[in-house]
């Protein structure tokens, strides 16, 4: 089936969300949402709050969110509307699934997310100078989900619109075509010891998702070693700040518009050896990952979920490819013991299972297994189909002067990229329409293609 004639997910609901919320306008400076937010009463949730904007170059995103004790900012339901499209249910699910902080002396590690928990009183209430655009409250319970205790509606979620940067630009066929690109910006802050994160997930004008965790607060005033596991602070050389890692795991559970038949590939380019008229050849393919598996990161790979029975108007299948740009590879402490440390991955693939949110200490008594090693152990024989993807970002900190006090924020995270999702850019410019595909008629005069040498 064909992205144009499938059928139109929460389409009145979605208008009715646009008509609300109006268009953002693209400046140099932070916006706010609209007073009014867009999806007060017309998008349903099965669970948590919706959620809806729309962007200026006429793209919407709709989702529902949540807080989960441990897990922090849950987003579910996520669906883009690309302009002049119909809505792609993206996403199921998309949250963090662990966070380790191990020192380098061997001395400390903690498992923020079980430990501590992203939720309850370790998510922040928000004030203006957190965020500058909209502030949502929801009901925090004080302890775990409210059972007991005290429950507290308060303002935890920032929602913003930011100016992207330099979107696109050509200065073909005699104009120059230029536009800005615009991110939807969702966060929250949770203090867990001396820490403080930012979950922070970007939904961009061109269906691009970006995931990050920000870290700020102060570092440890416990965790001191020496030179060989950390660097000085202060006058002197006698105060050794230990080295420490955070390494933090997303589970993103993946639809595409067509939950349970979806696929994996790998992408990997290869230098041949060979050199042709101007330049080295490069071999480049993809290869279909089956079963539950482990990936490792290297030069020119990169993996993509597809949906085989989803075509875009050109005929090929929707896709999102996973980006990881560059990150500190690692190896979970609790995998290392278990599984050794040759097993670290930076993207892991496994079929969704409800019991299997955490990618480590998935829970005291857990029928399906502690970690994502033990889930894909258990179903190594399954056709992927229903995909879950853990991805994995490091980022090793080695202490500074500057961090002290407190510390300026430092970043890890990863992007999701449409592949494939429409036949062309999201939001087609004015005049270049007939640009798919090889050039024909005017615009082949334009580049003098049809010109002897």
């Known amino acids: 089936m064909r992205i144009e004639s499938m059928r139109r997910r929460a389409g009145a609901a979605l208008i009715a969300l646009v008509a609300a919320g109006g268009l953002a306008a693209c400046t140099d400076e932070p916006q706010a949402a609209p007073e009014e937010a867009p999806h007060a009463a017309t998008f349903d949730c099965d669970q948590g709050e919706p959620l809806a904007n729309a962007l200026e170059n006429g793209a919407e995103w709709a989702m529902c969110w949540q807080v989960d004790p441990d897990r922090g900012l849950v987003l579910t339901d996520i669906r883009f509307t690309p302009t002049d499209a119909e809505p792609v249910l993206i996403a199921e699910e998309l949250s963090l699934a662990q966070l380790e902080v191990p020192y380098d002396s061997g001395e400390n590690t903690t498992y923020d997310l079980t430990d501590a928990g992203f939720g309850g009183t370790k998510m922040q209430t928000l004030t203006e100078t957190e965020c500058v655009g909209e502030r949502i409250a929801t009901d925090i319970p004080d302890i775990d989900d409210g059972t007991y205790g005290k429950t507290r509606h308060r303002e935890v979620l920032c929602s913003l619109i930011v100016d992207g940067g330099l979107g696109y630009r050509s200065g073909e066929f005699g104009e120059v075509v230029a536009a800005r690109r615009e991110d939807w910006q969702l966060s929250t802050i949770s203090k867990v010891g001396w820490y403080e994160y930012v979950t922070q997930y970007s939904f961009g004008s061109d269906g691009v998702i970006r995931s990050d965790l920000g870290a700020t607060g102060d570092i440890s005033p416990i965790d001191f070693s020496d030179h060989e596991h950390g660097t000085a602070v202060g006058e002197g050389d006698h105060a050794h700040a230990t080295s420490h890692s955070h390494n933090a795991v997303w589970r993103v559970h993946w639809a595409l518009d067509d939950p349970g038949a979806l696929a994996v590939e790998q992408y990997d380019a290869e230098d041949t050896g060979e050199m042709g008229p101007k330049a080295p050849i490069v071999e480049g393919s993809l290869r279909a990952i089956e079963h539950p598996a482990i990936a490792q990161w290297e030069d020119r790979r990169w993996w993509r979920v597809l949906a085989p029975g989803v075509l875009n108007a050109d005929g090929r299948p929707i896709s999102y490819e996973i ?125 003098r293609l049809d010109e002897e040498d």
């Open 323 to 447: 980006d990881l740009g560059k990150s500190d590879t690692f190896t979970f402490t609790h995998d290392h013991l278990f599984h050794g440390e040759e097993e670290a991955y930076d993207v892991a693939f496994t079929n969704a299972d409800p019991c299997e949110l955490l990618a480590v200490r998935n829970g005291a008594g857990s029928t399906c297994g502690q970690s994502v090693h033990e889930y894909i152990e258990d179903s190594a024989d399954e056709e992927l189909r229903d995909v879950v993807s853990w991805v994995a970002v490091g980022f090793h900190h080695v202490v500074r002067d500057e961090d002290q006090s407190p510390m300026d924020m430092h970043w890890q995270g990863f992007a999701l990229r449409p592949r494939d999702l429409t036949a062309q850019r999201v939001a087609v410019p004015d005049g270049r329409e007939e640009l798919n595909g090889e050039l024909e008629g005017e615009f082949r005069k334009w580049y």
